[in-house]
């Protein structure tokens, strides 16, 4: 259930944490002394494959982190899936997605939210014009570690097994926990081009629109057209349940707030397929997050 504090109407990405003013209680950058994080890989140059050697993300037992016992020690591998040789660079504060090389931070607050999200899998979307391929933007995907409680089914399972599991995504998509996409564009695209993509991929999911869900593409053409969005610019698709989404959009180095609320259950499940279902737009992205899944479990 969403906790009943008032919903935080801005938040800042910064490189280094930080504390927020005291007028902004909920927006919290997470204090590193309480997570510790250990990620080494080593490449095997036969399979052109990573091998994990040791991947933790310990939190401390405390409810202000969302968690009870059952969350104070949460196992994840944070890391992005590549089919190139290239490494999933690490650092305290930020994983770097390694084709387009956009550093995600471990765990963020964004408007809406309780408390504090983890990145659980990066990835990125290529578009091919004239048989090139041009990548777009890099994604995160972002949730609340106590997920895992309600993914038992998880335990054993493989990558591979999880990614192609048809009924494991509509199960995350439709848990109560707060979660949440962030886009980084890698290069300068017109917003109206932006969303005609999106909703490319969008529309043909929502058979049968309603009233309710016109009103929400609606809303999101008019948020996207005419706006320039830059290199560098982050789109936040934050999930508070099911039918609620927030849409938020902020350049690089900006404070974010929440651009438009969405409430059409039709419109928020087809956004959460195109990035998870059997056909999604950014394959690397719901790779890796299939792996985080798997090292977690």
Not at 55 to 60: G, H, P, W
């Amino acid at each position: 259930m969403l906790a009943s504090s008032p919903i935080c109407s801005r938040f800042s990405l910064t490189s280094s944490p930080r504390i927020l003013p005291s007028r902004a209680p909920c927006c919290r950058t997470v204090n590193p002394n309480k997570v510790l994080m250990t990620l080494t890989r080593k490449q095997n140059p036969n399979t052109d494959q990573w091998s994990r050697e040791n991947c933790a993300l310990f939190l401390q037992s405390s409810a202000h982190y969302g968690g009870g016992k059952s969350n104070s020690r949460f196992f994840h591998e944070t890391h992005a899936a590549s089919s190139s040789s290239t490494s999933c660079v690490g650092s305290e504060n930020y994983i770097e997605e390694p084709a387009t090389h956009t550093k995600f931070p471990k765990s963020i607050d964004v408007p809406g939210c309780s408390s504090s999200l983890f990145i659980l899998g990066t990835g990125y979307r290529e578009k091919v014009f004239a048989i090139i391929g041009v990548k777009v933007y890099a994604a995160a995907l972002y949730v609340k570690p106590s997920i895992f409680n309600e993914l038992t089914s998880l335990k054993g399972r493989s990558e591979i097994d999880i990614q192609g599991d048809p009924a494991l995504f509509p199960l995350i998509y439709q848990s109560p926990l707060e979660k949440s996409l962030q886009i980084v564009l890698v290069r300068d695209v017109d917003g109206k081009a932006f969303w005609d993509a999106l909703d490319e991929a969008v529309s043909p999911r929502i058979k049968a629109p309603n009233a309710t869900d016109e009103s929400a593409l609606s809303t999101f053409r008019g948020i996207f057209q005419g706006r320039p969005l830059k290199k560098g610019t982050s789109i936040f698709l934050t999930w508070l349940e099911p039918s609620r989404l927030l849409l938020s959009i902020a350049s690089s180095g900006q404070s974010v707030g929440v651009d438009a609320t969405i409430k059409s259950l039709n419109m928020t499940k087809a956004l959460y397929d195109v990035f998870f279902g059997d056909a999604p737009v950014s394959p690397s992205l719901k790779a890796s997050v299939s792996r985080g899944l798997a090292s977690a479990s």
